[in-house]
């Protein structure tokens, strides 16, 4: 069962139709068999946190910290590798910085 910190291939519905499609994503928490988790991107243009092929990605990728959602354990098809300390603790330094406007 994959855990906070792994990237996975899973079903990502796009936010502009309603194609579906596997695509990596970070696993942030589970709970009752639902995942959150981050998107991951190859397009390096994009904003968020980098992910090396060194780090275990198979393209040079970006997290991407705002396009989060929600997916089944049956929509996910394979664990791909885990985040190392460093680069956890800075998905959740950006996370719980965006997250400190709620509060505003």
Do not use: C, W
Not at 28 to 35: I, Q, R, T
Not at 62 to 73: A, D, G, M, P
Not at 76 to 101: G, Y
Request: aromatic residues 10%; positive net charge.
């Amino acid at each position: 069962m994959p855990k906070a910190g792994d990237v996975v291939i899973t079903l990502i519905q796009f936010t502009d139709t309603y194609e579906v499609k596997k695509r990596p994503a970070l696993v942030l928490f589970e709970e009752f068999d639902n995942f959150v988790v981050a998107g991951i991107t190859s397009n390096l243009k994009m904003e968020g946190i980098p992910l090396s092929k060194k780090e275990g990605a198979v393209k040079d990728s970006i997290i991407k910290l705002n396009y989060i959602f929600t997916v089944s354990k049956s929509m996910i098809f394979k664990t791909l590798f885990h985040l190392n300390k460093e680069k956890k603790r800075l998905v959740f330094d950006e996370l719980t910085k965006r997250l400190d406007n709620l509060d505003k």
